[in-house]
């Protein structure tokens, strides 16, 4: 229960306890309160609202009575409120419900109503006092966690929370359960030590070390995970202690390498087939220059080129980490990782709640717009794409998008990988 919930509550049984037959008492209680109160009789018309009220909705007493207070709920929320204060008046129960009530200022916010049942001393039923508090908010707040949770579980990569005690898994997202081929119940009986085969628990603990005695902030490095078939695939485990309200955990983000190492493998062959084929060619100049100097240029021109091949290949290899980037539904930036904002150029903070077409040319907002159209549509799809750094030059990648949906498939954002 929060301190606003207890201050509802003990303001809630002091109105109660005061006879409403000492109107000035009662009054004084109500309107120094830090909350909404309100009033209604056997008839289930409100007859009564403090100060507090009335200065949030901007209007009068005389406009509030009766059954004025329901033109200030929102349209939506308006018959759900009517039912179940019906309901509960009607068996004499108390009540909450949440709804919308446009403020004075012209905008609706989530109100958290507690009506409960008033007796008087001889009895007989007296109507209900009610108690509201404005839980915008806090509602706020839950959207956003919910947010990035589902954008967590969503994630293409394996995404674990261990408990720095016992090191067994107290989270795993769902793309490291569909990797492994376990359930969430099962990995919560395991350790990092039952999914990789190349540590042990002593190796382990000189390898977390650094991080409970606060020495790093973070751990890189690659190692095995087994799946529950048995087979393998190589991964890049980043590791770090978060401490929060007295509790370690391990956050690991983890990514599967099988595809990189692969482009890896063949990029060191096409290397290798490349060096052979510039050792050719250098023979070639050298047996050609000793016959036409005239050709010395155009071997300076193909030593050039073999440099620049080689450079981009040097670039692929050194940005071959990938960044997150989340979108919301109005294509604003709501979060990314530090290596994205690098990519980029700039600081997380600063691409935070800019636009995605803000990091793109012409060219690409045009693409990016048919793109995010598929998003809404609930279409995810690999694609390359060519961004805008912030001194301008332009950052071709290769990006892996999911499409971020609520429960009721309504489209919030997206996840991109890149």
């Not at 000492?22 to 909350?35: K, N, W």
């Not at 009895?123 to 706020?140: E, L």
């Not at 902030?217 to 393998?232: C, I, M, N, P, Y």
């Not at 080129?305 to 960044?323: C, K, V």
Request: hydrophobic share 40%.
């Amino acid at each position: 229960m929060t301190s606003q919930d207890l201050k509802v509550q003990n303001t809630e049984q002091q109105l109660i306890q005061t006879p409403l037959r000492d109107e000035e008492l009662f009054r004084i209680v109500a309107d120094t309160a830090p909350v909404m109160i309100w009033l209604s009789g056997t008839d289930k018309l409100y007859y009564y609202f403090n100060q507090v009220w009335l200065d949030f909705t901007g209007r009068t007493i005389e406009q509030e009575m009766g059954n004025g207070w329901a033109e200030g709920v929102h349209p939506e929320d308006l018959q759900h409120c009517l039912d179940i204060y019906i309901t509960a008046f009607d068996a004499r129960e108390k009540f909450q419900m949440e709804y919308r009530l446009l403020r004075a200022d012209g905008e609706y916010r989530w109100i958290w109503d507690t009506g409960t049942p008033r007796f008087l001393p001889d009895g007989s039923f007296g109507g209900y006092i009610g108690s509201c508090v404005d839980i915008s908010d806090r509602k706020q707040t839950e959207a956003e966690r919910l947010l990035l949770l589902n954008a967590v579980e969503a994630s293409l990569n394996e995404i674990y929370i261990v408990n720095a005690k016992t090191l067994r898994f107290q989270y795993v997202n769902a793309g490291a359960r569909r990797n492994l081929g376990y359930s969430l119940e099962k990995m919560q009986t395991l350790t990092p030590l039952d999914i990789d085969p190349e540590l042990d628990e002593a190796f382990f603990c000189n390898l977390i070390a650094p991080l409970l005695q606060h020495e790093q902030e973070k751990l890189q490095f690659q190692t095995v995970h087994q799946r529950a078939d048995g087979s393998f695939y190589p991964v890049e485990v980043h590791l770090q202690l978060i401490v929060q309200n007295g509790e370690s955990v391990f956050l690991a983000v983890i990514l599967d390498i099988t595809e990189r190492q692969i482009a890896e493998a063949a990029l060191k062959q096409s290397n290798e087939a490349l060096e052979i084929r510039v050792e050719e060619r250098t023979n070639i100049l050298k047996n050609a220059i000793n016959r036409l100097k005239a050709e010395v240029a155009e071997r300076n021109q193909t030593e050039i080129a073999l440099r620049e091949s080689e450079e981009r290949y040097r670039r692929i290899i050194e940005t071959s980490l990938e960044g997150v980037w989340i979108i919301d539904s109005d294509n604003k930036t709501s979060f990314v990782n530090p290596r994205m904002a690098e990519m980029l150029g700039y600081s997380a903070q600063e691409m935070q709640d800019k636009s995605l077409f803000d990091f793109m040319d012409d060219e690409g907002k045009a693409i990016a717009s048919a793109n995010v159209e598929r998003r809404r549509q609930g279409i995810k799809e690999n694609h390359d794409f060519k961004f805008t750094r912030k001194d301008g030059s332009p950052m071709w990648a290769i990006v892996s998008t999911k499409p971020i949906l609520d429960s009721q498939g309504e489209y919030l954002g997206t996840l991109g990988m890149i």
